[in-house]
Structures are given as C-alpha cells and as structure tokens.
C-alpha cells in the first residue's frame, strides 16, 4: 500500500481509516469481560465480584502483552515500508517469542499466587460478601479463562502486526465475532439455555476461552 501524501487532508483520511476500526476493535476486547460480568450478576453477588477481581488481574496480563508486542511493532511498520519482506518476518518472529515468554510467565504467576492475588482485593470488600465463595468462584473462573490465554497472545501478534501494515478491518472484524460468540455461549453456558449444562461462573468463563479462539482461528 502506497502512503505517499500531497496534503494533510490526505493524511488525517489516511490515519482515520486506520484508526477507527483499531478503536472498535479494543472496545469489543473490554466489552468482553464486561459481559462477563454484567450476565454473571443474576448468580449473585460473590459470582460478580469474583469474575470483576479475575478480570483486572488478566488485564495486567494484557497491558504486559500489549507493551512487549509494541516495541518489536515498531520495527514490522519500518521494515514494511522499506518492503523489507525478511525484516517483517524477523520481528514478527521476535514477538512470537515475547508473546511466548509473557504467556508463560503470565500463567505460572496466576496458578501459583492465585490465591493471594485475590485476596488482595477481598480485603477491601464489603463485609456482606461471602470471601470464601468469592475466592472459590474466582479460582474457578481463573483456571479456566488461563486455557484461553495462549489465543490472546496469537491473535495480538497477528493483529498488531496486521494494523502495522495497513489493514485495521481484519482485526476489527475477528473482535467482532468474539463479542457475538462471547454473548451467545454465555446465554447458554451460565443459565444452561437449550439444553447446554448449567455451569454458572465456570460456563462464562467457558464462553470467553471460546470467544478467544475463534477470533484468533478468524484472523489467522
């Protein structure tokens, strides 16, 4: 794609196009857990507490992923527009193995100190809420939303480098299908609609690992 501007005006439509599918798409990305949590409400108090808390801890996993895939990003844009084919594909490799690392790393830390993790933000509840059921609620929903976490960091690296070379859409389009997917394996997950088992906080978080791969099998 050719980036050569005569005046801003050029530049500025250049740059919007760009930017507002990338805008949408990271809406739809918070929208998800925010689902989560608004259609695990009807469970009960401690059922929303525990996936909010899980949700903040894995979004400091997120802003890990976003800040390791961003510095080898800079160099994808570079090599790109110098039509450097073989630079593009060696800092895409590079942020193959920082997705790698952070994933791990990532996973290991909330297995191992998931309990005091979520206590960190137990202690600073309301007295009503159950801290037992709200920790078992979620380390429950942890465990399972981990499994989904390998899906995260593939589709960042696609995205990412995607939105590097041009093409915002794509990823706008795969987080679109990730919200739809998110919203109707929740229906069917957490009440049990249709026949599907009744699975409470585990089916939302079932939902969301779902969610996560089928927008990451939709970019690739």
């Known amino acids: 794609m050719d980036y050569t ?6 530049l500025f439509g250049t740059v919007f196009a760009l ?10 990305q918070t929208a998800v857990q925010y689902i ?5 409400g009807s469970l009960g108090t401690e059922a929303m507490t525990a ?12 802003l890990a992923l976003f800040g390791g895939l961003s510095g080898p990003g800079i160099y994808t844009a570079q090599f790109y527009g110098q039509g ?12 193959a193995i920082i997705a790698l690392v952070c994933t791990s790393c990532g996973i290991a830390v909330l297995l191992c100190f998931e309990t005091f993790l979520i206590n960190l933000y137990l202690h600073g509840e309301s007295a009503e809420i159950d801290p037992a059921l709200t920790l078992s609620y979620a380390k429950d929903y942890m ?3 981990l499994l989904g976490l390998p899906a995260m960091a593939v589709t960042q690296i696609y995205a990412s480098s995607l939105r590097e070379t041009g093409d915002s859409v794509k990823p706008m389009a795969a987080g679109i299908v990730s919200v739809v997917a998110d919203v109707v394996f929740n229906y069917l997950l957490i009440y049990g609609s249709l026949g599907f088992p009744r699975l409470g906080v585990r089916g939302a978080a079932t939902a969301t690992v779902i969610a996560r791969y089928l927008e990451m099998v939709t970019l690739i």
């Open 5 to 10: 501007f005569t005046n801003n005006h050029e």
């Open 19 to 28: 930017a507002w599918p990338t805008i949408l798409e990271q809406l739809m």
């Open 36 to 40: 989560d949590t608004a259609m695990v």
């Open 51 to 62: 996936v909010s808390i899980v949700g903040q801890l894995l979004f400091v996993f997120s």
């Open 84 to 95: 450097n084919t073989e630079g593009v594909r060696a800092s895409t490799r590079m942020k």
């Open 143 to 145: 465990r399972i939303m």
